[in-house]
């Protein structure tokens, strides 16, 4: 039987905030119509994802992927702007209510400015609804009423979402779907060939297409096999060339493949040289400062200390040059020989910025995007 894998939360939020950010006026319309007929669309929409992220570190809150802070013009005045705060919440959690208003305040707190707390319920229980935070005492109260839209609600209508041209139409559609599918995959895999087909014969752009495609394939994650199977369905019905010319994922899905075990081999034998390279050099470090000082105790806690550092280091070393000789591999296999200053700075690179070339081949187009040469 083929096991199913659901998207772990992190997986399955961070394309919602990229297409949050994206379509933003379609999220507003589809889920909070009345507010968006208040916002001034005249003036751009301004995201403030950095100071969120600092809100939430200063608040011990925690990182939420499918958050986003946005700065809005109202169509009471050309000068009058506010805060709106949205959150993505895709599973029950009892903190909710109160980690909107702690966001609240703190929102508040440095603009000075009306914050509008907007909360898009993705979980699967059609009775969790929660809509404010506060308590009262000694004759005091404090109350923060807290706006929700939630993704079953439109469980019933999923034809009429698959019609309507509103990008989140189709995320909501794909999402219950995936709902529906848990545990199924061979339905989801039946699902998401509809989702893909529909949404490839609309009349729209073609980076239109892709983005949504792109947050579709996300949401209704399916195994491997059944992947491979779906593209080459698509393929099928709408021909290779055209499809290669949205989106190369029949390339992608073989080179993910590759990569990962290409990965797991580099690690493993960046690891292995690491820790013998760190026993050998703490080993003769701490030999070293034990002779110098010439007592039992020193040699003894030089061995100590030096073989801990080492190890450490050997490992550290051995990790980055695993990373150097997968990202090597995953960019030859895409390009060719690399250029003699792009392997320069793949040996001179941090393991931070090896990870983000690593993540960046997937899809560019040429080596260029990823380096910045020109």
């Known amino acids: 039987m083929t096991a199913d894998f659901p998207p772990s939360?992190?997986?399955?939020?961070?394309?919602?905030?990229?297409?949050?950010?994206?379509?933003?006026?379609?999220f507003m319309a589809f889920y909070f119509p009345d507010v968006h007929y208040a916002i001034d669309w005249n003036h751009a929409p301004d995201f403030l994802d950095k100071e969120l992220q600092q809100l939430a570190q200063d608040g011990a809150l925690g990182t939420r992927l499918a958050d986003q802070l946005v700065r809005v013009h109202t169509l009471e005045g050309a000068e009058q702007w506010v805060l709106v705060h949205i959150e993505m919440q895709a599973w029950q959690d009892p903190h909710l209510p109160e980690r909107i208003f702690t966001y609240h305040y703190r929102i508040y707190e440095l603009h000075r400015r009306p914050v509008a707390s907007l909360v898009v319920l993705a979980d699967d229980s059609r009775h969790w609804r929660p809509a404010?935070?506060?308590?009262?005492?000694?004759?005091?109260?404090?109350?923060?009423q807290f706006r929700t839209s939630k993704l079953l609600d439109h469980a019933e209508?999923?034809?009429?979402?698959?019609?309507?041209?509103?990008?989140?139409?189709?995320?909501?559609?794909?999402?219950?779907?995936?709902?529906?599918?848990?545990l199924l995959p061979?339905?989801?895999?039946?699902?998401?060939?509809?989702?893909?087909?529909?949404?490839?014969?609309?009349?729209?752009?073609?980076?239109?297409?892709?983005?949504?495609?792109?947050v579709i394939d996300w949401i209704m994650r399916l195994p491997e096999e059944l992947e491979d199977r779906l593209w080459q369905d698509i393929i099928e019905h709408q021909g290779r060339p055209t499809m290669?010319?949205?989106?190369?994922?029949?390339?992608?899905?073989?080179?993910r493949r590759e990569l990962a075990e290409a990965k797991e081999k580099a690690m493993r034998d960046g690891w292995q040289a690491?820790?013998?390279?760190?026993?050998?050099?703490?080993?003769?470090?701490?030999?070293?400062?034990?002779?110098?000082?010439?007592?039992?105790?020193g040699r003894q806690e030089g061995r100590q200390e030096g073989r801990e550092e080492g190890i450490q280091q050997g490992m550290q070393d051995g990790v980055q040059h695993g990373q150097a000789m997968l990202l090597t591999l995953q960019l030859t296999r895409r390009f060719g020989t690399l250029p003699?200053?792009?392997?320069?700075?793949?040996?001179?690179?941090?393991?931070d910025q090896l990870q983000r070339w690593a993540t960046a081949v997937i899809d560019a187009r040429s080596l260029d995007e990823i380096f910045r040469r020109h």
């Open 9 to 26: 939360n992190e997986h399955y939020d961070a394309p919602w905030k990229a297409a949050i950010a994206l379509y933003f006026r379609d």
């Open 186 to 214: 061979k339905r989801r895999l039946a699902a998401k060939r509809k989702l893909a087909r529909l949404l490839f014969a609309r009349d729209w752009e073609r980076q239109r297409i892709v983005n949504l495609f792109h």
């Open 132 to 144: 404010c935070f506060g308590y009262s005492i000694f004759g005091c109260e404090l109350t923060l």
């Open 340 to 351: 003699d200053d792009v392997a320069a700075c793949i040996a001179a690179a941090s393991p």
């Open 274 to 297: 690491g820790l013998q390279e760190g026993r050998q050099k703490g080993w003769q470090e701490g030999r070293q400062k034990g002779w110098q000082e010439g007592r039992q105790e």
């Open 157 to 182: 209508r999923i034809g009429a979402l698959l019609e309507d041209e509103n990008p989140f139409a189709l995320f909501t559609a794909a999402h219950l779907l995936t709902q529906r599918t848990h």
């Open 244 to 255: 290669e010319n949205y989106i190369p994922r029949g390339a992608r899905i073989e080179m």
